[in-house]
């Protein structure tokens, strides 16, 4: 019989508890263990923050302090389409903000959050390295370049 995905989450947490536990006092391994939740999971939940915390011997507000520094991990699932809008120098000069915009308007959504039906996640980042092509976003690591508003509704079509 196939697994159903309740099933498949529960075996995927119940490994990374196993794994956690392999790491017992090693503080230096935080931010490895944190990677390998972000990567099976999705995002790092508080639950496994505090495994983290009591396994590595570490204090919880240093495993959040990584958690909210690095821009790889995350606090919330992304969503099936995560966008990913540059504000960096170029793309701000551009009219980034004018596409962020026209982005949250679409799907109703701010940065850092992502639509209750978990279709879309939003975020800000600083630079795509496309600076010739600004303003541009990311979704899903496709890259959308020289956008403007009157474009993101095309765009995200492709994404339903």
Same mark, same amino acid.
Do not use: E, Q, R, Y
């Given at each position: 019989m196939e697994n159903s995905p309740c099933q498949c989450m529960e075996e995927s947490y119940q490994e990374l508890v196993k794994?956690?536990?392999q790491y017992e006092g090693e503080s230096e391994s935080l931010i490895m #263990?944190?990677?390998k939740i972000q990567e099976t999971l999705g995002f790092v939940p508080v639950d496994l923050q505090v495994k983290v915390a009591d396994v590595l011997r570490v204090?919880?507000?240093?495993?959040?302090?990584?958690i909210s520094f690095y821009a790889f991990f995350t606090l919330k699932p992304k969503g099936k389409y995560h966008i990913s809008v540059c504000k960096g120098t170029a793309c701000f000069v551009r009219?980034?903000?004018?596409?962020l915009d026209a982005i949250e308007k679409k799907i109703?959504? #701010?940065p850092g959050?992502?639509?209750?039906d978990g279709k879309y996640s939003l975020e800000i980042v600083y630079c795509l390295g496309a600076c010739g092509l600004s303003p541009v976003m990311t979704i899903n690591k496709e890259v959308h370049a020289r956008l403007t508003p009157q474009r993101i509704p095309e765009i995200l079509a492709e994404y339903t």
């Open positions: 794994f956690i536990n #263990v944190l990677h204090p919880i507000s240093k495993v959040f302090g990584v009219g980034a903000s004018k596409v109703g959504l #701010v959050d992502t639509t209750n």
